[in-house]
């Protein structure tokens, strides 16, 4: 059974970075797409970016393309979200997630396990 925990959450002022980490075990994690999601206060879960299996393609929300880069170390099973330029709407939980399914264009699918969330808070 996968197992996925993130860290790197926290409290950082408009336009700061943070680097958001997902450790993964259980299964062969080279074997699975990844992505990460998130969730503002009283607001739907959302895509955020997802990253082929190699890493080698990946694909981001309209809202983080050219501020956020996903990458993933398959000899350490850890996916990363680094996160620059932030602004307040970027305030969430962000959710790390694998699946079974990639494309370029339609990101990550058949979602099959989900982390615990980390909190992102961007003051103004």
């Known amino acids: 059974q996968v197992q996925l925990v993130e860290s790197g959450g926290g409290l950082v002022q408009s336009g700061g970075s943070l680097r958001l980490s997902c450790a993964a075990s259980?299964?062969?994690?080279?074997?699975?797409?990844m992505g990460w999601f998130r969730q503002a206060p009283g607001k739907e879960r959302e895509f955020v970016a997802a990253?082929?299996?190699?890493?080698?393609?990946?694909v981001y929300a309209d809202s983080v393309k050219g501020r956020f880069t996903i990458s993933r170390d398959n000899a350490k099973n850890t996916v990363y979200l680094q996160m620059n330029s932030l602004k307040p709407e970027d305030t969430a939980v962000y959710y790390c997630?694998?699946?079974?399914?990639?494309?370029?264009?339609?990101?990550?699918?058949?979602?099959?396990?989900w982390g615990q969330g980390t909190l992102v808070t961007v003051s103004s």
């Open positions: 997630t694998s699946g079974r399914t990639y494309s370029s264009n339609k990101g990550i699918g058949s979602l099959d396990a």
């Open positions: 259980g299964r062969t994690f080279s074997s699975y797409p």
């Open positions: 990253i082929s299996l190699s890493g080698g393609s990946t």
